[in-house]
């Protein structure tokens, strides 16, 4: 089985540098995912692994070789810019994706019907593309990119504009590609998706890697700082105890952001002292919190 090497690659337009010097590895078989905000290089880190574009400088390879191995016919990719043929049938939208990857016709017969039932689209199979609600259509372009069985897929924002129900099925789907040896890399701004994912994730920032690896040893380098608690106490009077960096009110819980774990037993303390305490729990922070904190507005 294949690794994707990204080593040192860097792409200019001009004087403008969209990817700078950027490098991570995906293991085969595993869900990477590629995580920053809007113009931090993604797309375009998405566009020189499937060839679309070439690096200024820098390689991809797959396993030993180059990217040119793996050829077209063994890549999936699901753009953020959706586009499919409006005035084409659901059926024969992907029956002409499917071809044009390489895959036999009887052959992708079966795996239509598989993939229509598992989205539950079914009864949508003749339906005009462009008769379909947002939701389904994305449910068709991302058939459109499995459909002949990619050794890579690449998913940007797969889960935009698309309501709970199907992003779980969505997500399913994912899991499942994975379970049948599919590599795939997916960049989302939705970091509980990520989480819930991915083992390991390369952050960017204005095209430049702020992070690359495992998620858990990312949370472990920041330390148990999330605290939860609950008692007979105020917002005011938590807000100012030492080592506590930010804090909010949900319902009848403080969450608070400590500078440390080394501050929380003297939290602790105190809070003891006012009475019967409910609830007093430490935990990493969430991905959606660490994304804040390295790429968010202090950084930009």
Not at 260 to 273: C, D, M
Request: with cysteine.
């Amino acid at each position: 089985m294949s690794v994707l090497k990204v080593e040192n690659i860097t792409k200019k337009y001009g004087d403008f540098i969209a990817v700078d010097n950027l490098s991570f590895e995906v293991p085969p078989g595993e869900i990477f995912g590629l995580i920053g905000q809007n113009g931090a290089g993604k797309t375009t880190t998405f566009r020189m692994i499937l060839g679309l574009l070439e690096p200024s400088s820098g390689t991809i390879k797959w396993d030993s070789g180059n990217k040119g191995n793996l050829g077209s016919s063994n890549i999936g990719y699901l753009p953020e810019e959706r586009g499919m043929y409006p005035k084409l049938s659901v059926e024969k939208q992907i029956l002409l994706f499917g071809r044009l990857k390489g895959k036999e016709k009887n052959v992708l017969k079966d795996e239509i019907t598989y993939w229509l039932k598992k989205f539950e689209l079914e009864d949508k199979r003749k339906s005009l593309t462009e008769t379909l609600s947002k939701g389904n259509q994305q449910k068709v372009q991302l058939i459109l990119s499995l459909i002949h069985k990619p050794k890579l897929l690449i998913l940007d924002e797969p889960f935009s504009g698309l309501d709970p129900i199907n992003a779980n099925l969505l997500k399913e789907s994912i899991i499942l590609l994975k379970e049948m040896g599919t590599t795939i890399i997916f960049s989302s701004h939705r970091m509980d998706h990520v989480e819930e994912l991915c083992n390991n994730i390369c952050l960017l920032r204005k095209g430049k890697s702020l992070y690359s690896g495992s998620i858990d040893k990312l949370k472990e380098s920041f330390g148990k700082v999330n605290l939860t608690i609950r008692g007979p106490f105020s917002k005011e009077e938590l807000s100012v105890l030492p080592g506590v960096i930010n804090i909010t009110k949900q319902k009848n819980y403080y969450h608070m952001l400590l500078e440390n774990e080394s501050v929380a037993p003297n939290i602790f303390n105190y809070v003891t002292q006012k009475g019967f305490i409910e609830r007093f729990s430490l935990d990493y922070l969430s991905l959606e919190d660490i994304f804040k904190i390295k790429v968010g507005e202090k950084h930009v």
